[in-house]
């Protein structure tokens, strides 16, 4: 299997995000010596590319984050797409052969979604693969936007309402639902990532790793409460019962808090 016939990466970013490209891209160098497929940053903004191995496609800063990605599909002729983020940093090494083995179990199993982050936990393997889980598609945030490889004709249909990328990702569980999409997700270690920012801020896990690698980012560090609010609100609900979250939803909505959710 030639990876470049069927697969294409692309990076979603925008340009307040654009001080992150150095670092992702050089650390997917390193990481990702031998690979073969095109890269491609979808952003907002006009933007010379520096890189010799990496587009930019600028879709234009009149859209959202789903728009953006929509206008690039319609110049992909790839049938898989594996979608990452701007602040996603790749920190172990690409195995193509890895890479290669997903887009077969993707063939084989006629999968829609194949996600590389292990959360949300679900159960149910998936026969004869090592580490690899059907998801079940209810709740939120079982399809999400950390890195995964998307069938092009899923894609597409996600992308067709103007949302904002937060209401975005609330709806794509929904829409799997609604399409009878088949997701799943694999941890055989085929893209491992550190988590940089979040809330605009740098985690202290990524400064001790740019740290490490001498990299560095000009970015305010997150406060280490906010971060382990952020980290309970997270990882809690993998641990905490489903009935007590939910009555724990329905207090904060009575005090006023206001969840995307409910508003899509």
């Known amino acids: 299997m030639k990876l470049e016939n069927k697969l ?6 925008c340009e307040a995000y654009s001080d992150l490209w150095n670092n992702h891209l050089n650390l997917l160098s390193e990481n990702w010596k031998d ?11 006009e933007h010379e590319s520096p890189y010799a191995d990496v587009r930019i496609f600028s879709a234009g800063d009149s859209v959202e984050m789903p728009q953006r990605l929509s206008r690039f599909l319609e110049t992909c002729n790839t049938e898989y797409i594996l979608v990452t983020l701007d602040d996603y940093y790749v920190d172990k090494p690409i195995d193509s052969e890895k890479i290669k083995r997903a887009i077969s179990m993707m063939d084989k199993f006629d999968l829609d979604y194949l996600r590389f982050w292990p959360y949300p936990h679900e159960k149910r393997k998936i026969d004869g693969v090592k580490n690899a889980y059907w998801i079940e598609l209810e709740g939120n945030y079982k399809v999400n936007l950390y890195p995964a490889i998307w069938r092009k004709s899923f894609i597409e249909k ?16 929904k829409i799997a639902k609604e399409l009878n999409a088949k997701c799943a997700y694999s941890v055989n ?11 605009g801020k740098l985690l202290h896990p990524a400064k001790k790793f740019l740290d490490s690698k001498g990299m560095k980012l000009d970015r305010e560090l997150i406060s280490r409460n906010q971060e382990i609010k952020l980290d309970i609100m997270y990882y809690g609900k993998e641990i905490v019962p489903k009935h007590i979250l ?4 329905k207090v904060l909505v009575k005090c006023g808090y206001k969840f995307i959710s409910d508003g899509i």
Do not use: C, P, Q
């Open 158 to 173: 996600t992308t067709r309402k103007e949302l904002s990328a937060w209401e975005y990702e609330v709806t794509l569980t």
């Open 35 to 45: 690979r073969e497929i095109d890269v491609v940053i979808v952003t907002d903004k």
């Open 246 to 249: 939910k009555f724990a939803k």
């Open 189 to 199: 270690g085929e893209f491992h990532i550190v988590d940089v920012i979040r809330k």
């Open 8 to 13: 294409t990466m692309l990076i979603s970013s």
